[in-house]
């Protein structure tokens, strides 16, 4: 007799990662089964311990993630990847599947994913966290200062947060958390007694100061609404554009090093203990719709003292930026 799962499951993609993608991650097909998901999340429920509120946010979360990160280009990474489909669909399993073993429904109606079609898209980049295209969505102003000018601002992480009041920006920038189911942690002395644990174990990464200038990795019109705006800058060549912000601010703040790259998405309760988790470059991964892309100054030794902001001024980006609107 076959196993069925005792929740209800999406409808999943028909394309798998290639054998060799699968493989090389110790999986095969069987892997992106919704009978196997429960079979090993029966074998560590690493949300038991969460507050129902928590839970449930989690769940609406992952429910919006699914509408937003689901296309073809997804459908082949292996799971174990944020940027791929199947990772997302078997995180909403797993919620899904702890709110039924507390006998609870799901908090919204359940997803029902559509790739969404790239054919009337401006651009879009080589595939998925690719950096090749990037995409700056802001108010016809700010549009128009960037090609013009070169105008742009680096928000100090600290006070990003209190600056930035609407949902899709809402995070704590100087500190990422992340918890180790606590069941499944063993905590000893020194001597090797072992600790009990109660509740999960949290983990906290902290780090130097730093400015952020962010951007998205792909075009999506929802974006617009999220963002609140009606412009959308893409950054044609990436490269130059990096290079300008560089040299316009050693001048302003010596000493401290420039850096950008796609941001990693991470699930504060399912990362485990050996994954670096960066305090700038890592987010929770109910963020991951928006596809960030950041540009930062780090201090990481002597250096003036961080302010607010600071404003960077590179000259006409015309020739590397194309302009879209609404």
């Given at each position: 007799m076959s196993y069925r799962p005792s929740i209800k499951q999406l409808e999943l993609p028909s394309v798998f990662p290639t054998l060799n993608a699968m493989e090389s991650y110790g999986q095969s097909s069987a892997s992106y089964e919704p009978e196997f998901w429960e079979f090993e999340y029966r074998a560590r429920r690493y949300l038991s311990n969460l507050q129902m509120p928590e839970l449930q946010r989690r769940y609406a979360d992952i429910a919006r993630n699914l509408m937003y990160l689901v296309s073809p280009d997804r459908h082949v990474i292996p799971l174990n990847s944020f940027l791929s489909s199947w990772y997302w669909y078997r995180k909403e399993f797993h919620t899904r599947l702890e709110l039924f073993l507390r006998h609870q429904e799901a908090p919204v109606s359940l997803p029902n994913p559509v790739a969404m079609s790239f054919t009337d898209v401006p651009r879009r980049p080589a595939h998925p966290n690719a950096g090749d295209l990037l995409y700056r969505y802001a108010?016809?102003?700010?549009?128009?200062?960037?090609?013009?000018?070169?105008?742009?601002?680096?928000?100090?992480?600290?006070?990003?947060?209190?600056?930035?009041?609407?949902?899709?920006?809402?995070?704590?920038?100087?500190?990422?958390?992340?918890?180790?189911?606590?069941?499944?942690?063993?905590?000893?002395?020194?001597?090797?007694?072992?600790?009990?644990?109660?509740?999960?174990?949290?983990?906290?990464?902290?780090?130097?100061?730093?400015?952020?200038?962010?951007?998205?990795?792909?075009?999506?019109?929802?974006?617009?609404?999220?963002?609140?705006?009606?412009?959308?800058?893409?950054?044609?060549?990436?490269?130059?554009?990096?290079?300008?912000?560089?040299?316009?601010?050693?001048?302003?703040?010596?000493?401290?090093?420039?850096?950008?790259?796609?941001?990693?998405?991470?699930?504060?309760?399912?990362?485990?203990?050996?994954?670096?988790?960066?305090?700038?470059?890592?987010?929770?991964?109910?963020?991951?719709?928006?596809?960030?892309?950041?540009?930062?100054?780090?201090?990481?030794?002597?250096?003036?003292?961080?302010?607010?902001?600071?404003?960077?001024?590179?000259?006409?980006m015309g020739s590397h930026i194309e302009v879209f609107s609404l």
């Open positions: 108010k016809e102003r700010r549009v128009n200062e960037l090609v013009k000018l070169g105008t742009i601002r680096m928000w100090h992480a600290e006070f990003y947060e209190k600056l930035e009041k609407d949902p899709a920006r809402q995070d704590i920038e100087m500190l990422k958390t992340q918890f180790l189911h606590g069941p499944s942690t063993v905590i000893t002395t020194a001597d090797g007694q072992r600790i009990p644990v109660k509740g999960d174990v949290r983990i906290e990464h902290h780090g130097p100061d730093y400015y952020v200038m962010c951007m998205s990795c792909d075009w999506d019109p929802r974006l617009f609404a999220d963002f609140q705006c009606d412009h959308c800058a893409v950054i044609a060549n990436v490269d130059a554009f990096a290079r300008a912000i560089e040299e316009a601010a050693s001048a302003i703040v010596p000493g401290w090093r420039f850096h950008h790259n796609p941001v990693e998405y991470y699930d504060p309760y399912d990362s485990g203990k050996s994954t670096y988790i960066s305090h700038a470059t890592a987010k929770d991964f109910r963020f991951a719709y928006q596809r960030e892309y950041r540009f930062l100054l780090m201090r990481l030794g002597e250096g003036p003292e961080p302010c607010r902001h600071i404003d960077l001024t590179l000259g006409p």
